[in-house]
């Protein structure tokens, strides 16, 4: 248990780096005897109350009074961020005196650690304490953390602790490693790790990206954000539990990061529900045994250097046929773009989405975006939603529906919410198809573009929908104002 002073001397830490606790207020003689409530609750709401804070400014409260002085001691959630103890009067030569202080606070916080878990623990730091980031590691480990979030930027490749794999309750780990190579000791298994966050980590060869999905045997949740595969021919992911799968290389960069462009990626895990995949066409993808799927989130992004449009298109098609159990499919504009190139011919959709409840597209207005719409709602006969994010296209060829029937539209789709609708000719188009063979349509939504400067323009493009047949007569049309353009599709 630390000593009277040991707070004190934390408080003066903080004041050394320029942050300064909150003055106190001496309480009024003439209060007449007022009570402290908030020191009189009880342990656990106060160190609930503390969660909210920065680590640093938990401890800062230890001047209060005695009921606060050791508090901090038993805080289930510490989080120690190097950007929150930066001062803007500490100038570049005096990192070292910054970074003695950061590693010294670090320390003396778990050294006068009660016996009590830690719940949550978050690291992120420079490359000023790595020699003191594994003792670290093994104290919140001997106090049966939890969660772990690291995010760190090491000097080579990163080794990851061995008591990470010794804990017996660690259930989440989140790693940053700042495009840096991790290594993994071989015989490292995480027997009770369910949910696994890996970001802006090198993996150098095939063989370590396999063992470390093959030592997490109860994994549920694995995210792979913005990482690098250097020389990797298969991202081979074996995983008999994981329920939730999320690769994201959106924002590509000149670290070496060329997503899985160069590499195949090999997925089993038979009890996948969620499967969501952002970033560059992969060289091949390989779904073993996909039944369970049914949320599916396809993003890609350009660079189509390798191959011809066409055989991007059989990719996506070969893809995308795997998950025909899916209830809800959202998928963006440049999938779209590879689906054209092969819409006539004989396969496009090996089997029908007889399950798919919500469909959510990001498309063109062109007359061959309008046709990859139209049979994917073929292929979806049990559709109930459909919402389009219609986007600026360059093509201007004229669109005309053909005279097939759509099962979706007669019998099951309900609502269809259009965004970013500008009302060009083959929008109009569209809208007036969906009305007109929609029979048990409830609602269609239209939010107008940004790109329609002038009121009228909205008037006028809104009374020519409403003059369209509608086959349903409890159709309602609703029409929203613009809206200012985001992510929202993501």
């Not at 038993?74 to 990192?95: A, M, N």
């Not at 990163?158 to 989440?172: D, E, N, Q, V």
């Not at 990719?315 to 590879?338: P, Q």
């Amino acid at each position: 248990m630390p000593q009277p002073n040991d707070c004190h001397v934390l408080a003066m830490e903080t004041k050394n780096l320029d942050i300064l606790p909150v003055k106190r207020h001496k309480a009024s003689k003439k209060s007449g005897g007022a009570v402290d409530r908030i020191s009189n609750l009880p342990d656990a709401i106060l160190h609930l109350i503390l969660s909210f804070l920065q680590t640093i400014d938990a401890v800062k409260t230890s001047v209060l009074s005695k009921r606060w002085r050791y508090l901090w001691t038993s805080l289930g959630y510490l989080e120690f961020d190097h950007c929150y103890f930066w001062s803007r009067h500490i100038k570049f030569w005096y990192q070292r005196e910054f970074s003695e202080k950061f590693t010294n606070f670090v320390t003396c916080v778990l050294s006068f650690r009660d016996g009590s878990d830690i719940k949550r623990f978050r690291l992120s730091s420079f490359n000023f304490c790595n020699k003191w980031v594994d003792k670290w590691i093994d104290v919140v480990i001997s106090h049966n953390v939890r969660e772990l979030d690291l995010s760190l930027c090491p000097e080579g490749a990163f080794l990851l602790p061995h008591s990470i794999g010794s804990s017996k309750y660690l259930t989440a780990l989140k790693l940053n490693l700042f495009n840096h190579v991790l290594e993994i000791p071989k015989t490292m298994v995480f027997n009770k790790l369910t949910s696994l966050h890996l970001v802006s980590l090198r993996f150098s060869n095939d063989g370590l990206a396999r063992l470390l999905f093959l030592g997490c045997p109860v994994l549920e949740i694995l995210v792979l954000q913005r990482c690098v595969y250097d020389n990797i021919k298969v991202l081979d992911i074996y995983a008999t539990k994981l329920k939730t799968l999320t690769i994201e290389n959106l924002e590509l960069d000149d670290a070496g990061d060329d997503g899985l462009r160069q590499t195949v990626l090999k997925v089993f895990a038979p009890n996948l529900l969620s499967f969501r995949y952002m970033g560059p066409v992969a060289r091949d993808y390989i779904l073993q045994d996909p039944l369970c799927i049914i949320n599916v989130y396809i993003h890609l992004v350009n660079g189509f250097e390798k191959g011809s449009l066409k055989g991007l298109g059989y990719l996506m098609c070969k893809f995308i046929g795997g998950f025909y159990n899916a209830e809800v499919m959202k998928l963006s504009m440049i999938f779209l773009e590879l689906l054209c190139s092969v819409l006539n011919g004989p396969v496009c959709i090996p089997a029908p989405f007889c399950n798919l409840k919500l469909l959510k597209l990001n498309a063109g207005t062109d007359k061959r975006h309008l046709q990859v719409i139209i049979h994917l709602l073929k292929n979806s006969p049990n559709l109930k939603a459909l919402h389009i994010d219609f986007m600026t296209s360059d093509w201007k060829d004229d669109w005309q529906p053909e005279d097939e029937a759509v099962t979706c539209l007669s019998y099951h789709l309900k609502t269809v919410e259009i965004s970013n609708f500008e009302g060009q000719d083959n929008g109009l188009e569209f809208v007036k198809f969906v009305l007109e063979n929609g029979l048990v349509l409830e609602r269609i939504t239209i939010t107008w573009s940004m790109n329609l400067k002038k009121p009228i323009e909205i008037i006028l493009k809104a009374m020519t929908i409403m003059t369209f047949p509608r086959a349903s007569s409890t159709v309602a049309i609703i029409f929203l104002e613009p809206e200012p353009l985001g992510n929202s599709f993501i």
